[in-house]
């Protein structure tokens, strides 16, 4: 039989612990288990979408894996970037580093959708970006790990953070380095987590100087690239070509491979191979893929942890395109 001064003690405890919780809105920690009770056929439900999504077009897991990055690293892993513009708001899609390059908003909507009519108003936008950029990494060959989540929708949306937390393609090592710092982000997470460059596409407008006007570029390389990238600029400015150039639909680390042989496609690519301080953390993820591979998990995790809202914070957006 519990007697009196034991159940004070309880409830004394039980009201610090919820005094401690309510206080500390950053100190609710995102878990594995989020949804274990809430919504466990929310993993079937996205790699299901990212598998049908990417059976259309390859392409689309490296879309939605960029999404996740540059959602992260403006104010958190918050689905600020599927805001869409409306005429009294304006949110982060045509920001200089999203303008005419992000994409695969479709996939999110057509997963939100399936989601929503199994646990209606239960899991937010910015969760079902990880998973699904997870899920897209594994699909394309990549190592896989358990998501965290928990993380709630923001109301807002910031066009600002856009062009000034996320680097441009322009960067050397020094401030490719300090973006992430910005982010709390190591510079070994930073390389690793540039190996997604090893899937997708990027625009001639991105890697124009490089090819043109570079020369710790490969010769035979520059020709090749600059064939299909006019030296002028404003034209052929969207024309493609792959960051991975032999296997851009799959996952491994050829990226690094290019890098050591001067066949980086972007400036930033070929900073982490130029003579400095990265160059041997890219001759280790030549040499054991394993660790590349541990080490862009860690990054991911790492990155999907930026900045949460959680707990009453935010909200469930019903849409991932607009706030409730
Ligand atoms: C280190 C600094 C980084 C820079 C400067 C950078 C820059 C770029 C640029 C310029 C493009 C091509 C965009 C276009 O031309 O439309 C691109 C594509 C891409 N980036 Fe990065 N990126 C960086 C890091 C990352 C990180 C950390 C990730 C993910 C974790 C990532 C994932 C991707 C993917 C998957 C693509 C291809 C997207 C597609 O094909 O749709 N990048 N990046
Ligand atoms: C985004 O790109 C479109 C098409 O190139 C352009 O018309 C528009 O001005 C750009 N928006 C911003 C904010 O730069
Ligand atoms: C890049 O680094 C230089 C110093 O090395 C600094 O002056 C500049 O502001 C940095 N740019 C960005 C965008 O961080
Ligand atoms: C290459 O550099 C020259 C001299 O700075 C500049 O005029 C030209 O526009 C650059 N070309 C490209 C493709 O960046």
Not at 230 to 243: E, F, H, I, R, V
Not at 278 to 301: E, P
Request: aromatic fraction near 8%; include cysteine; charge should be negative.
């Amino acid at each position: 039989m519990a007697r009196p001064s034991c159940s004070i003690g309880l409830a004394v405890t039980v009201m610090v612990l919820l005094v401690l919780a309510l206080a500390g809105g950053s100190s609710v920690q995102l878990s594995e288990s989020f949804y274990s009770y809430s919504c466990p056929g929310v993993f079937d439900a996205v790699k299901g979408g990212m598998q049908s999504a990417i059976a259309q077009e390859k392409r689309i897991g490296a879309s939605i894996v960029r999404l996740f990055f540059h959602d992260c690293f403006v104010q958190g892993c918050d689905a600020s970037l599927l805001l869409d513009d409306t005429p009294s708001f304006q949110g982060e899609k045509t920001a200089t580093p999203n303008n005419g390059s992000v994409r695969g908003f479709e996939v999110i909507d057509a997963i939100k959708s399936a989601v929503e009519t199994i646990c209606p108003a239960v899991v937010s936008c910015a969760d079902i970006l990880a998973i699904a950029a997870r899920d897209s990494v594994a699909i394309l060959g990549g190592p896989s790990w358990d998501v965290k989540l928990g993380r709630r929708d923001s109301r807002t949306a910031s066009f600002s953070g856009a062009n000034n937390n996320i680097p441009p393609p322009t960067s050397g090592l020094a401030n490719l380095t300090s973006f992430f710092a910005a982010q709390g982000l190591s510079q070994t997470d930073m390389v690793a987590l540039s190996g997604s460059h090893t899937i997708g596409q990027a625009r001639c407008t991105n890697f124009r100087a490089h090819i043109y006007n570079e020369t710790n570029i490969d010769v035979g390389f520059a020709m090749m690239r600059q064939s299909g990238c006019p030296s002028t600029s404003g034209s052929g400015d969207s024309n493609l070509a792959p960051l991975d150039l032999q296997t851009p639909t799959v996952f491994e680390n050829n990226y690094y491979k290019n890098l050591v042989v001067q066949k980086g496609l972007l400036h930033s690519d070929q900073e982490l191979f130029n003579g400095g301080a990265t160059d041997s953390l890219v001759q280790t993820y030549i040499s054991s893929q394993s660790t590349f591979f541990a080490d862009f998990v860690t990054g991911m995790i790492k990155m999907g942890d930026i900045s949460p809202l959680t707990g009453s914070n935010g909200e469930i957006r019903t849409n991932c395109r607009r706030v409730n």
